[in-house]
């Protein structure tokens, strides 16, 4: 089993960066495979709301010039997803936004029900307004959210400041072994017939 982990920090060897690797090595020692795909410093363009990716059914965006398509297709092979940000004015950094929005809108299904979490990384303040919003594009596809022993958060400022942060290092470990225990109890759950009973979708009467 695979994990996929999304560093949105345009910074490559930032605090994002350092968090994730956290996560990535207690994933790796709990015998699941583990990716960090940093999302780059070239502009993440947002969704443009032009409808391409919901008529052709091909969990693709039309726009085929940065990271998007390739992370779908990633994130679509995955077993799980982490996706972590730097703090940007007390919420996720304007690229992961971007890249999330037309991620989960183009390619959404590809991802539903696998467990996925959020990491916000900060100086000081937003991190856990960051989780919040990252998470909510795993809520709404049906994916068990992974939590640690504390919220999914680690401060720093400099590269690798993180480091120093002792809790926020522990809180990372802590969700990569959280993650790779949800996804064994998952499979032993399919492999021991465990049903999942998915309801038709219903629509309310004021919004269609
Ligand atoms: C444009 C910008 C806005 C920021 N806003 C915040 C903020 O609201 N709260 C905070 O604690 N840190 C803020 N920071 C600091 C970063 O969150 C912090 O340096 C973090 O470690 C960056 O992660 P990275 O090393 O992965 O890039 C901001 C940094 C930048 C560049």
């Given amino acids: 089993m695979k994990v996929l982990l999304i ?6 060897k930032g605090n994002t960066q350092r968090a994730l690797e956290e996560v990535a090595a207690a994933l790796q020692a709990d015998d699941i495979e583990a990716e960090i795909a940093w999302i780059g410093n070239k502009p993440i363009r947002g969704c443009t709301a032009c409808g391409w990716c919901g008529k052709t059914g091909e969990n693709r965006c039309t726009f085929d010039d940065d990271r998007c398509n390739e992370l779908i297709q ?3 092979e995955a077993d799980g997803l982490i996706v972590g940000s730097p703090v940007y004015f007390a ?3 304007g690229s992961v936004i971007s890249l999330l ?3 989960f809108y183009a390619g959404g299904a590809l991802m539903r029900y696998k467990p996925a979490a959020g990491v916000g990384i900060a100086r000081r303040g937003g991190t856990i307004e960051t989780v919040d919003q990252i ?9 068990p959210v992974v939590s640690s022993a504390y919220w999914n958060i680690a401060y720093g400022r400099d590269p690798k400041e993180v480091e120093c942060d002792g809790e926020g290092m522990h809180t990372m470990r802590q969700l990569g072994h959280n993650m790779a225990w949800l996804l064994k109890c998952i499979e032993a759950g399919r492999e021991a017939g465990v049903e999942h009973t998915i309801e038709d979708k219903v629509s309310t009467n004021f919004i269609r």
């Fill in 91 to 93: 919420g996720a950094n």
């Fill in 74 to 76: 990633k994130a679509g």
């Fill in 101 to 103: 929005d037309r991620m």
């Fill in 7 to 12: 560093n949105g920090s345009p910074r490559h």
């Fill in 135 to 143: 998470q909510k594009y795993f809520q709404i596809y049906g994916m």
